[in-house]
């Protein structure tokens, strides 16, 4: 009767020493760590992106105005277009979604967050499996608030 009591009743009301509270916070803090490097991460490559495509500009101008013709480098520029349409296209097929910045920024975190995860062996399973354990009874009724409001 008693372990069925335990699994029934929340882990949040468990004692204030539990163990698992003190894994669960320096796991918390390693996943804090971790999504901020993945961010940066992402941050980095973006801020890469706008200097390739400002590059690309320049030289486009360059060579439009001063090296060449518009009749040199009208085909190229439509190329260079048509090639980014194939890009985002190819990207919608792949994925099933669509090339936004803010779901390329998205994935690409979430590839970092993996990637640095299995760098530092966190386990992430076990993270999840903490939190939802360690939820108390008052997050648990916002969160199916929350659900039921859409």
């Not at 882990?11 to 804090?32: I, N, S």
């Amino acid at each position: 009767v008693a372990e069925l009591v335990s699994r029934a009743m929340p882990l949040a009301l468990t004692p204030a020493d539990d163990p698992r509270r003190e894994e669960l916070k320096k796991l918390h803090k390693t996943k804090e760590e971790i999504d901020m490097l993945a961010h940066r991460q992402v941050r980095r490559i973006l801020w890469t992106g706008l200097g390739f495509f400002v590059l690309q500009v320049g030289l486009f101008f360059r060579l439009t105005f001063w090296e060449f013709s518009w009749d040199v480098m009208e085909p190229i520029a439509f190329f260079t277009t048509t090639a980014g349409l194939l890009i985002g296209y190819a990207y919608f097929l792949f994925t099933s979604r669509d090339p936004t910045y803010q779901d390329l920024m998205k994935r690409l975190f979430l590839s970092r967050q993996r990637k640095i995860f299995k760098k530092r062996n966190f386990d992430i399973d076990r993270f999840n499996e903490l939190q939802r354990q360690l939820k108390s009874p008052l997050e648990c009724i916002r969160e199916v608030e929350m659900i039921i409001r859409g």
